[in-house]
């Protein structure tokens, strides 16, 4: 088996329902980085998967979080729920199994969610 993986940035804002003495719980924004990874045997071109094909996934990504509000979109706007997300949308684009997603918000975080 063999793992590729392609990686995407975007920035947004957020906040949490957190107590209010929690920095999260204001509004305040992160550059985030999503990494998408898909497993396979290549094909007979040698590919797991063509990197051109992840193109319709990346203008869905940056469509609907490049510089946008993220509580507009989902309902709880942790790295672990957009993980979730992210995956579940990913694969009905790409149409087929996407083995992890990989999310970080800060350049020293990272969230892996693997279904």
């Known amino acids: 088996m063999i ?11 957020h906040s949490l329902p957190l ?4 920095p999260c719980s204001h509004l305040h924004g ?9 497993s396979g045997m ?6 797991v998967l063509d990197y051109r094909k992840f193109k319709p996934f990346e203008e869905w990504l940056m469509k609907t ?12 706007t ?3 729920w957009l993980s979730e997300y992210i995956l579940e949308n990913a694969q ?3 149409e087929r199994p996407v083995c992890a997603i990989e999310i970080s918000e800060t350049p020293k975080t990272m969230c892996r969610y693997e279904p």
């Open 19 to 22: 107590e209010p003495e929690h």
């Open 3 to 13: 793992t590729i993986s392609k990686e995407y940035t975007f920035s947004a804002s």
């Open 42 to 47: 290549p094909d007979k071109d040698g590919f």
């Open 65 to 76: 979080f490049d510089h946008k509000h993220l509580n507009d979109i989902v309902p709880l």
């Open 78 to 80: 942790t790295v672990e």
């Open 30 to 38: 992160h550059n985030y980085t999503v990494k998408i990874f898909i």
């Open 92 to 94: 009905e684009i790409l």
